[in-house]
Nanobody, 121 residues
């Protein structure tokens, strides 16, 4: 059993900051890429940011320079620091972890439950 649990969502002010965290736990041999998607009502789910075990990062153009993704490999935890928030950042944010739960080198993508981020004055 693999669990991916998110926390840190809530209400933010335009120009303000929020930090999300996400921890993978359970029967995990190794966690590889971790990251965040977001989805606003009526829109497709888009990748926000991802990070490898070695710390290589990838960001959507819409969040570059404002959001920072980081991780703690020992804790299988990924973070998303969101600065300079805009109303268009409002969405449900979904964490994911690409993990080997078998020890055989076969990866599966595991998803968090989603956390609401609302940016409004």
């Amino acid at each position: 059993q693999v669990q991916v649990v998110e926390s840190g969502g809530g209400l933010g002010q335009p120009g303000g900051s929020l930090t999300l965290s996400c921890a993978a736990s359970g029967s995990i041999s190794r966690v590889f890429v971790m990251g965040w998607y977001r989805q606003a009502p009526g829109k497709q789910r888009d990748l926000v940011a991802s990070i490898t075990r070695g710390g290589n990062t990838n960001y959507a153009d819409s969040v570059k320079g404002r959001f920072t993704i980081s991780r703690d490999n020992a804790k299988n935890t990924v973070y998303l620091q969101m600065n300079s928030l805009k109303p268009e950042d409002t969405a449900v944010y979904y964490c994911y972890a690409d993990a080997d739960s078998t020890g055989w080198g076969t990866l599966n993508r595991y998803w968090g439950q989603g956390t609401q981020v609302t940016v409004s004055s």
